[in-house]
DNA sequence: ACCTGAACACCGTTCAAGT
DNA sequence: ACCTGAACACCGTTCAAGT
């Protein structure tokens, strides 16, 4: 009859529940209360704000990319399992994208992560700021990538458990925007072409096709041009410390 | 001494100022009647919802990046040029990126824009899906990109006109995120490397440097292999409505 | 040490009532 | 036609009080 013990640990993991239940609008310290029995001010006693919260499940779900073995693989590969990674683990959690997006998210996992990033740009012979370049390069192309697929995500939670009157709503923006679309030929031609071949039937051969051309163009830029030694970059998406370097 | 008389453009034009100044959430419907010298509720009248309210701002910054005349140039320049416009116009907003990662946007200017980018490629020789994925991946490389500067931009925020106790918060925060990088080999060569040549000071060579990477990707595909034609893809980041159909 | 309940300062949105 | 004010159902967070 009575509720698990609280704790950390056990908070995390009901945040994330409701993360990908129900997206960042989903999660309210009232509702994580109401799902754990508890008051919604318990959490307070583990967690220090909402926003912290965000910061640890944030991190644990990065913990769940496989980072490959630099020893067996080469650069390329390793490259690419890492934003294969990368990109399942955000299509699992698309609230992270969300998250990443309003705050800065840090953590154990992400840090090893984000080392991992450095090291296989460094073994491609990438040096200096380029290490950094590259890598960023690639990690933006995936959360980008991911971005379009947590608005959709959102939109199809809107529109299955709406409140019949926000549902009308998002139908009527779906109308409003398709008619809009339908004024310009390339976009009209989409909309009235057969979907079935559109991205939602195969979202992963659009990755695959943009992940392979970033590869590509870095592997050309390595080959290209042996490149000269210079400082590191950091770069700000993979340490958002930066930030407060520019502070008054 | 009376306000200016209410109208959508005016209710829009002062939503786009409240979003630059403070971020998204910084945009209330009590605060822009606060600065409209009005209620809150007087919005209403004008515009449905807040989260419409920020379709109409999204599209309306959507206008301000310039569209390259594909008549004039060659297909890279011009996918050079909107790259640019478009990273120009999210750094000047960047709250435009958290309000694509959180719900969807359309209109009028996003969809130019986004029929344009269509264009681009075509003309580079791609064609059938292919055409949607070069555009797609361009198109996710820049709000990727702004994704970090967003964030960086909304914790500079939060450290400036922060209420003294959610300020030390933050610094807290940035305390611990730094620690744990120190326990990262690379993460910590780039801590304690100089910080002058990092990307805050020139946040726009990272992106010149991804941005010809994943161009000389997708050149390079183009002329390894001419390409089987195919069906058309709607990209879910260009056009959310494709959205609707895998509904029950 | 751990948790609750009341309270405070906010939200978006509806709607009757005013002009 | 346009706007206000009160009201409702929510938020995150603090803090005294309980056990």
Redesign the pocket.
């Known amino acids: 009859m009575s509720?698990d013990?609280?704790?950390k640990e056990i908070i995390i993991q009901a945040a994330i529940e409701l993360l990908d239940a129900e997206g960042l609008e989903?999660?309210?310290?009232?509702?994580?209360?109401d799902r754990l029995?508890?008051?919604?001010?318990?959490?307070?006693?583990?967690?220090?704000?909402?926003?912290?919260?965000l910061i640890l499940a944030s991190n644990e779900v990065w913990g769940e990319v496989v980072l490959p073995d630099l020893d067996r693989v080469d650069w390329r590969t390793a490259a690419a399992d890492m934003a294969g990674g990368l990109h399942r683990m955000v299509s699992q959690h698309p609230w992270l994208v969300t998250a990443f997006a309003s705050q800065p998210v840090y953590g154990e996992n992400k840090a090893r992560h984000d080392d991992r990033i450095l090291a296989v740009y460094e073994k491609a012979g990438f040096v200096g700021a380029e290490v950094d370049d590259a890598a960023t390069t690639v990690f933006m192309f995936v959360l980008g990538h991911a971005l379009g697929g947590s608005t959709s995500d959102s939109l199809n939670r809107q529109l299955s458990r709406g409140s019949g009157?926000?549902q009308s709503?998002v139908q009527q923006s779906l109308e409003e925007a398709k008619e809009v679309a339908l004024r310009f030929p390339r976009l009209r031609e989409r909309l009235e072409g057969a979907t079935e071949t559109g991205y939602g039937s195969a979202p992963g051969r659009s990755f695959e096709f943009g992940l392979r051309a970033v590869l590509d163009g870095l592997e050309h830029r390595i080959r290209t041009r042996p490149l000269p030694p210079s400082n590191h970059a950091v770069p700000v998406a993979l340490n958002t410390l930066q930030a407060c370097t520019p502070c008054p």
Do not use: E, I, P, Q
């Open positions: 509720r013990d609280l704790s989903g999660l309210s310290m009232r509702r994580l209360g029995d508890a008051a919604a001010t318990a959490m307070y006693w583990y967690v220090t704000s909402k926003s912290h919260l009157n926000s709503r």
